[in-house]
């Protein structure tokens, strides 16, 4: 067996569902009923990877509004893309940053999302305060985002998974209050081409996974989606390697050598992974929204027993 047969051969399942989780499920339960809208944030490169599958079940019929955030490291034009594909879905959606992002039309939406409840209590003579939790898988960015509505840093945030363990309402305006989240995931992450995803964009603990094996993967993908960018970044000489000699060239490119010359995957593999999260590589959106179906051009009807017209 060669290296890279032995490494897919290991390759293990990727699942994290610790016991906080397993509470950070209870706390949101507990709280559904204070609240009006929730706010599912997901991560703008992954949208599909980053949704919790139990969350409809989790909220029933609250109102939702869903954000694709960390929208400054996808592509313009795949957000747009899965927006779209949102909107022919009925579901409403925005994109959002927490970098730059205004934080006056996440206050607008939610508001709308809110309206009615708003209303139903405005008719009573009273100004209803609208309570909005965040939810969403670890790491993507709703302490960060509840700062950014909130204009000050109050939520403790952090570049790793499970930085919030408990509830925290931030009053946001009198007629506004945030309730930011403990991060989220699922008891089993069925597909692991998603599983993968998950853990490219930091959502999953590092320390569960072996994290040369993670790099390469990403450094794999890379190669695929943005091989310009990857060749220069890790000053590859050739296209076409993959599994471990692609990480080990990545470390002999950046100069991340042991005694005697050795690659130090290890280092290679955590600054890799690193410098992808933090957007080093520029935007990149790793999973595109499906194509809009147009709906089909019904057959003309025609009345029953009617001759077929003979061409002239
Ligand atoms: N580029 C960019 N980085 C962001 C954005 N939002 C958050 N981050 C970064 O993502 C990391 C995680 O942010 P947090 O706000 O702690 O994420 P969280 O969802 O609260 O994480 P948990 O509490 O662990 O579930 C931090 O390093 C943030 O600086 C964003 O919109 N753009
Ligand atoms: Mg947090």
């Avoid at 996808?74 to 899965?82: M, N």
């Avoid at 190669?223 to 990480?247: C, H, Q």
Wanted: glycine residues 8%; aromatic residues 4%.
């Amino acid at each position: 067996m060669n290296d890279d047969m032995i490494l897919r051969a290991e390759e293990k399942k990727i699942n994290w569902y610790p016991g906080h989780m397993a509470r950070a499920k209870r706390l949101l339960t507990d709280q559904l009923s204070r609240v009006d809208v929730v706010v599912e944030l997901c991560d703008a490169r992954i949208p599909r990877a980053s949704r919790n599958p139990d969350l409809d079940a989790l909220v029933k019929g609250k109102k939702r509004l869903l954000i694709l955030g960390k929208a400054d490291l996808a592509e313009e034009s795949a957000t747009r893309a899965w927006l779209a594909y949102y909107r022919q879905q009925g579901i409403d959606a925005m994109s959002f940053d927490s970098v730059r992002g205004r934080p006056k039309d996440v206050v607008a939406r939610i508001e709308r999302a809110a309206s009615e409840a708003v209303a139903k209590m405005a008719a009573r003579g009273v100004k209803k305060t609208v309570r909005a939790m965040i939810v969403g898988v670890p790491n993507v960015g709703k302490s960060t985002f509840t700062n950014r509505i909130n204009g000050a840093a109050i939520a403790k945030t952090g570049d790793r998974p499970g930085v919030t363990r408990s509830n925290q309402w931030v009053r946001i305006t009198p007629y506004l209050e945030l309730l930011d989240t403990p991060g989220l995931l699922w008891p089993k992450i069925d597909d692991q081409q998603d599983a993968r995803a998950l853990a490219f964009v930091g959502t999953i603990n590092d320390q569960i996974m072996d994290q040369q094996m993670l790099a390469i993967r990403l450094l794999e993908m890379l190669m695929e989606l943005k091989p310009d960018a990857a060749m220069t970044r890790f000053k590859l000489k050739t296209a076409e390697e993959r599994g471990v000699a692609l990480l080990e060239s990545a470390c002999r490119g950046r100069g991340w050598l042991m005694p005697g010359g050795v690659a130090d995957t290890d280092r290679g593999a955590a600054v890799i992974l690193d410098e992808f999260r933090a957007g080093k590589l520029g935007r990149l959106t790793l999973q595109r929204a499906p194509e809009i179906k147009k709906p089909e051009k019904q057959p003309e009807n025609k009345p029953e027993n009617m001759p077929e017209q003979k061409g002239e």
